[in-house]
């Protein structure tokens, strides 16, 4: 029985790279989630905008509570995220591997995802 897994990119804060940096680390990211989908255990996966555009809400007696901008203050966010299907942790940390070596510098966080 196969487990899906959330892997989350983390990515510093400030200006994306370059054009000449980041176009070919786009198209390995491309290629990858193309294999991934061939494999069949390719979910789904997106990008996000910049923490910037985030809005928490947060309950707190009767109301609830809603900020402009990321719930914490840090150095690095989630800029994207892959949802695989595999058959352990194993098969799901490989995968992982396999992102980080391409987003090259990137942290990739590997979790198995409740009830997947």
């Known amino acids: 029985m196969t487990q899906k897994y959330l892997l989350s990119i983390y990515q510093p804060d400030g200006e994306a ?3 000449e940096v980041l176009d070919p680390i786009m198209a390995n990211l491309r290629e990858l989630n193309e294999e991934m989908q061939a494999k069949g255990v390719w979910v789904f996966a997106a990008g996000l905008h910049p923490p910037s555009t ?3 809400l947060k309950a707190k007696d009767d ?9 914490t203050e840090g150095k690095e966010h989630i800029g994207g995220f892959t949802v ?5 942790l194993d098969e799901a940390l490989e995968w992982g ?7 090259n510098m990137l942290s990739v966080e ?3 995802v409740v009830g997947g």
């Open 54 to 56: 985030a809005t928490v």
């Open 110 to 112: 590997v979790r198995p």
């Open 63 to 71: 109301d609830v509570l809603m900020t402009d901008g990321p719930f």
């Open 97 to 103: 591997r396999r992102l980080a070596t391409v987003l």
């Open 84 to 88: 695989i299907q595999a058959e352990d």
């Open 17 to 19: 790279p370059p054009p």
